[in-house]
């Protein structure tokens, strides 16, 4: 076996390019430091405060900065100070300023270069400066513990990245003992917001609602253009701009060994979540992981009720089972992800003792190991939940500076155990097979893309490799025709465990087996998001393991210039329903339709006063309904929660011209939830299954199931027999109307009759599934109703079932 080397830069870069297509990196043009003068040594009494630009203090009631003012203090915090420099990174989705602060030592500051070189040697132990335990020691003793603190991905958690200016302040003005040694020791990455769009949409919804009697709601609007909350579980897909520039110039530039992650929980809770995260923890992340944030996090809780904090919960609520919300732990660092207790918005609580709740593992009117002391409840500010965010902020870089040479070395000690041999029966690698299907075949570009960015190196494979061993023999692999062109498109590519990403790319390319949890009633205990995450089942890509090494030649590709995939032509006029309550789905939804789709005319967003005033046959051909409850869908905001043009849903006369634009030809589409308001209001001959059974009975959390489509239906040209659905609070569907059902509803996909449908994850009851509906057309009058009882555009994950998606809109 050759010694191992990475395929070339220019190949990984073009790969970035591919994955991004559909969210291009030109929001990086103008990247780079926003103050690149020379810099002198300046006072540390003359850095100025956050009050003195804002023109309040953070934390202080019914107040919030836009995104402008905070980007103002950072440049003057960072003309002023000679521990700080402050930088833009690239540009947010709605072309605001993407930025980064950097904090430390000014000694530290100037041989930036040098501790980011550490950090990468560190990371590989293969690498000449670190490949003995003497040479990792030399680099441990010179290096700082590097720690990202990022804030406001959740928008409405208003507290971080307020508190973001107040830690930023301390740490570039105070000269007291503990922050001169957090500079000293440690090197901070900064970043005042995730989601700077969403500071804005907040804010401006937060001032327009003041006094009113709607102050302190939610925005109707998502406050992520595109993903709203589910912003942070893109940390494996890589979809949207903030994380590609989070992971590309952050995390990859800079390999954090901790990573703190502030949030906002509900009111009526604990005060503050902290680590340990409660079971089960994804079997791929590393124990040193585990024992780091389980050390680092008692710590923080620690020192937090020393110094008289109260409310405070460790090990329940959170568990670390996804790579969505934690790409740190799959390359090196921890993710301490605090959550502490709401206001509303910016508008103070007050809550009773008895009014307190809990969450998985503890009861806040109950003082226990895991949540102590016990907060008596009362009035809940602003200024509290910046106290708490401060307070653990600074506990965790007490701990980091403290501990520098213990992070480095449990930071080295990952590398090493990532690199090591794999022996016979270990995993060696995956697979990934040439495809003679095109469309195949860029899906696994697009998963090439994934690893790449994620770090993960990667080989080709010649058919003079395949050939002759037996280890790929076994495998079945294709071997292309000599006459064909070699490219990355017709030759198998290796990905290797042993390198330093290798446990990323092993919890992205097998399927997860999510343990059944059940608290002592025998209730299944819910993970916190979702249970699978499997890259080739939701790509629809084969992936091969091997547990044997083998030998083959390194070879980088013949065909440099990859093009992204072609978009999908829709030339007839569709509508997206997006509603007042605003859904995460209709926004990835949008997100596919803008980018992976062309067509004239484009398609449009339309809201309850668009559908409910009728008239829609003449401008569209299709409508999509996105996941979300029935009632939701119905009945919207209630009236006096919100202003009245945001109320009510789409009521009685939305239903009615929905009925009256599929009779009249029209094509109503329903992705998962929003399939049950069809059945019910346009009663069709179908029933859901699963309404009624306890969680006990049927249970699926985010899984992947297997399905079997009609290949004779239009809406499954050119889809493979077989498939997947990602299942979440999903309808199972039953024909109902015996007599002329079948003349009126068609079945497309089913679940499997005779075997068990769950591919990865969790699901409970599967066996109620056999032989049910996934998918099915019902004909109305001169139209058709598509009930999808799945997402096939799941997080703009799911590429494998996005052609059923598109081909409703098309046929």
Known sequence: MRPKTHTRISFILMLLILLSAAAPLTAQRKSGTRNSRPRAATSSASAPTPESVLGFRPGDDRKLASWQSIVDYFERLDAASDRVRFEELGQTTMGRPFVMATISAPENLARLAEYRRIQEQLADPRLPASNTEGKAERLISRGRTIVLITCGIHSTEVGSTLSSMLIAHRLASSDDPQVQKILRETIVLL??????????????????????????????????????????????????????LTVDKIHNAWHPQIVHDIHQQQANGARIFLPPYMEPVEPNVPKQIVEGYTE????????????????????????????????????????????????????????????????????????????????????????????????????????????????????YEIGKEAVRPRQKGELFAYILPPSNDPAQSARRL??????????????????????????????????????RRRSLLDLAVVVRMDQPAGAFAKALLEPQRYPELRDSEGQPIPPYDVTAHTMPLLLGVDAKPVFEPFDYKLNSPAERLIQPPPRVAINQPFALYQSHVPSMDEGWTRWILENLTTGNPKFSSIEDKDIRAGNLTGRYKAVIIPDQSARSILEGHRKGSMPDELTGGLGKEGVEALREFVAAGGTLVFLNRASNFAVEQLKLPLRDITQGLKRTEFYAPGSL?????????????????????????????????????????????????????????????????RGRAALVEVEMGKGRVILFGFRPQYRAQSLATYPLLFNALRK
């Open 446 to 483: 697009a998963l090439l893309g994934v690893l790449a960015r994620g770090g993960v190196v990667f080989h080709l494979l010649n058919p003079a490799d395949v050939r002759g061993n037996k280890v790929l023999n076994a495998l079945g692999l294709f071997i292309p025709p000599l006459r």
């Open 705 to 769: 199931l297997r399905i079997e489509l009609d290949a004779t239906h239009p809406l499954a040209a050119g889809m493979p027999r077989e498939s997947v659905a990602w299942v979440e609070n999903s309808p199972v569907f039953e024909v109902t109307d015996a007599k002329d059902a079948h003349a009126r509803v068609r079945v497309i996909a089913r679940y499997p009759a005779s075997s068990d449908p769950l591919l990865s994850g969790w699901l409970l009851g599967g066996e109620r599934m």
């Open 191 to 244: 970043v005042p917001s995730l989601n700077p769009d969403g500071v804005d949409i907040v804010k401006n919804w937060y001032d327009k609602t003041l006094g009113t009697p709607y102050e302190g709601t939610e925005p109707p609007e998502l406050y992520h253009k595109y993903t709203g909350h589910d912003n942070n579980r893109d940390w494996y897909a890589f979809t949207q701009v903030e994380t590609q």
């Open 296 to 411: 680092l996090g008692q710590a923080m809780a620690a020192e937090m009720r020393a110094s008289g904090f109260q409310g405070i919960t460790t090990g329940t609520s959170y568990d670390a089972w996804t790579p969505a919300r934690a790409y740190s732990h799959y390359h090196g660092g921890v993710r301490i992800l605090s959550e502490t207790a709401s206001a509303r918005i910016a508008t103070p609580v007050t809550i009773k003792l008895e009014e307190l709740r809990g969450s998985v593992g503890y009861d806040a009117k109950k003082e226990t190991d895991k949540f102590k002391p016990l907060w008596p409840g009362g009035a809940w500010h602003l200024r509290d939940i910046t106290n708490y965010m401060t307070a653990a902020a600074f506990a965790l870089m007490t701990h980091a500076a403290e501990n520098r040479e213990r992070w480095l070395k449990r930071f």
